[in-house]
């Protein structure tokens, strides 16, 4: 198998799309905040968004009115379940909101698809409120366990109740993050936390008195992966750095992102040492539904600002990427 990236051809793949999250009603002021993340609001709508935004935080903040919203979730050996949340948190709103205006996350939910049928063992790290998760956990050829790493208090306990509510027994929420090291780390978070992040040590940037319990990957007591999904707000070096053994020996196969570099950056260049390929992850073309994989080398990365990165180890492209 080739090791040089400039003999590697281009993967395309066929997925057909699953609406795993088949309904969404949320209450009136949480919906006024819904927006189309391709258009930047302008004039009365941009207007009426913040007023939405300011009265949704006075009533279900401020006033602490609940914000009672129900997904309704196809469940994998048939039928369905109700998931109640709190449509106060924006990470719901951002699901819901992509959700209305093209689809969320597309690629990457349909590379999961493809993948998960091959998988036995699913990583999800950054869960935030378990989209991927429960894609997981409801995939009809998926029979694996779910193992969700976040280091938000907040979404460990959405992501619980999330698989508690619809009976998600193959999930486990680990709850806490993971990192180059062991211990405690201020974190950074919005007001809904949505986007927590790692800071440093050093606590710059951190909100004031939150911390959040770190482990290496490599020190997790569970079964080892086949396959990662990795958001972690830049966090994801960190996160490689802390599983160098298991990377060398479990070899998963990895999709990442990467915000600067279409190279996947110092992350990338990490796992390339390890005996990784690196991919560029794009919607396909066509009337038929699909995914791209495109080889990255030197002189190849793709230009933009964010990226959807595959990382797969050399010589099990067959494997993973074979209809």
């Given at each position: ?201 050093s606590g710059q940037g951190a909100v004031r008195g939150v911390t959040a319990r770190i482990v290496r990957l490599d020190d997790v007591d569970r079964p080892a ?52 390929h690196i991919y560029h992850l794009q919607l396909r073309d066509g009337p038929v539904p699909g995914i791209e994989l495109l080889p990255i080398d030197a002189g ?24």
């Amino acid at each position: 198998m080739p090791t040089d990236t400039q003999t590697l051809t281009p993967v395309s793949i066929s997925v057909q799309p699953r609406q795993f999250v088949d309904n969404i009603v949320l209450p009136l002021l949480p919906r006024l905040r819904l927006y189309d993340p391709s258009r930047k609001p302008r004039g009365l709508k941009k207007l009426g968004r913040k007023i939405a935004q300011a009265a949704d935080g006075i009533v279900h903040g401020w006033m602490r009115l609940p914000a009672r919203g129900v997904f309704t979730v196809q469940l994998a050996g048939g039928g369905s379940g109700t998931l109640e949340i709190d449509a106060h948190q924006s990470a719901y709103l951002a699901f819901a909101s992509r959700r209305m205006h093209g689809g969320y996350e597309l690629a990457e939910t349909l590379f999961l698809e493809a993948m998960l049928a091959k998988s036995s063992c699913f990583y999800d790290i950054g869960a935030n409120w378990g989209y991927y998760t429960l894609c997981a956990a409801t995939h009809p050829e998926f029979k694996g366990t779910i193992h969700a790493f976040d280091i938000s208090d907040q979404m460990n306990t959405a992501i619980s109740h999330m698989a508690d509510t619809l009976g998600l027994t193959d999930v486990e929420v680990m709850g806490y993050g993971l990192s180059n090291h062991s211990g405690e780390v201020s974190i950074s978070a919005d007001r809904a936390a949505q986007f927590t992040k790692v800071i440093t040590e050093s606590g710059q940037g951190a909100v004031r008195g939150v911390t959040a319990r770190i482990v290496r990957l490599d020190d997790v007591d569970r079964p080892a992966p086949d396959l990662m999904k990795i958001d972690v707000e830049d966090h994801e070096l960190a996160v490689f750095e802390g599983g160098r053994e298991m990377l060398e020996q479990r070899r998963p196969v990895i999709l990442f992102e990467s915000r600067i570099e279409g190279d996947g950056g110092t992350a990338g260049a990490f796992l390339r040492a390890l005996g990784y390929h690196i991919y560029h992850l794009q919607l396909r073309d066509g009337p038929v539904p699909g995914i791209e994989l495109l080889p990255i080398d030197a002189g190849g990365a793709p230009s933009g600002e964010h990226f959807n990165l595959v990382a797969v180890p050399a010589g099990d492209e067959a494997r993973w990427f074979g209809q």
